[in-house]
């Protein structure tokens, strides 16, 4: 298992992450557009996603929810910036416990030696917004859901 | 007239514009928002703008193109997050001329005294594109149009 990189410099409204999977770059493409593989791995493990909508093409939009036992709830959403491809994809992102904060994440899907490095470039509106986030626990929440695609591309692997 | 101010911090991936219109909000709102307004005032005064499509809404998209009496046409498209509002709208934007390279610009407007402030905050994916952009004359470009904005307003102001 490798462990998600974080690059958060100070001063800076912008965090770069980086982790490599042991699957090909159109199974992770996959993984990252299709709902039904999507919500068996984005967010923390505790968490279960419902998808409202997700439309994965160029003026797109999505928005899910990650809700809990406790009977917590969090939504999200934002629009796609261009048609995602296996190259990656652009998109707006708003946490809705933070209404009127958004941020633009580019996400690069780049295979090597049948592994997928899987890169992320968060912009954010000041560098507060992005130290709320960064403390928030972005890097652990991110983490638990990568550690859960790693399980996800494992089946897809093994089943193909 | 007022001077557009423009700061954009060495290092750190954004640019922040401010220039202030002798107008009512609601106006200047609308000069951003109606298509038939926004061709009479966007972009550096030697281009005729012609629009594609300019969908204002959650998730609308936008393209236009810039085009003078040389034959030289440059496109710009994008997609809105969340609904322009008089507030001001989020939205992404990438130049044609330079694929790939995406930024997402937050205006807002704030009205005192009878007057209008128009305030954008430009994100971009690199320091190098952000760069780039300013050296490609984005302030002026910008200036200009913001010069077009207020003989348009001046004439939408008297004929209230």
Redo the contacts between chains.
């Keep these: 298992m490798t462990e998600l990189k974080v690059t958060a410099e100070p001063?800076?409204?912008?965090v770069f992450t980086e982790r490599t999977f042991d699957a090909p770059r159109e199974l992770v493409f996959r993984a990252f557009i299709e709902p039904d593989l999507l919500v068996r791995w984005l967010g923390p493990r505790q968490y279960t996603m419902t998808i409202d909508r997700f439309d994965a093409r160029?003026?797109?939009?999505y928005r899910y929810v990650h809700s809990d036992d406790a009977g917590n709830a969090f939504g999200f959403h934002?629009?796609?910036?261009?048609a995602p491809s296996p190259d990656g994809f652009?998109q707006?992102f708003?946490f809705e416990g933070a209404p009127g904060h958004?941020s633009?994440d580019?996400l690069t899907l780049e295979e090597r030696d049948g592994k997928t490095t899987v890169r992320t470039?968060s912009?954010?509106?000041s560098v507060e917004a992005r130290d709320a986030m960064v403390q928030s626990g972005m890097a652990e929440g991110m983490n638990d859901g990568y550690d859960r695609l790693e399980e996800l591309l494992a089946t897809l692997v093994a089943t193909r």
């Design positions: 001063g800076v409204p912008q160029d003026g797109g939009s934002g629009v796609f910036h261009g652009v707006t708003e958004v633009m580019t470039n912009l954010f509106q």
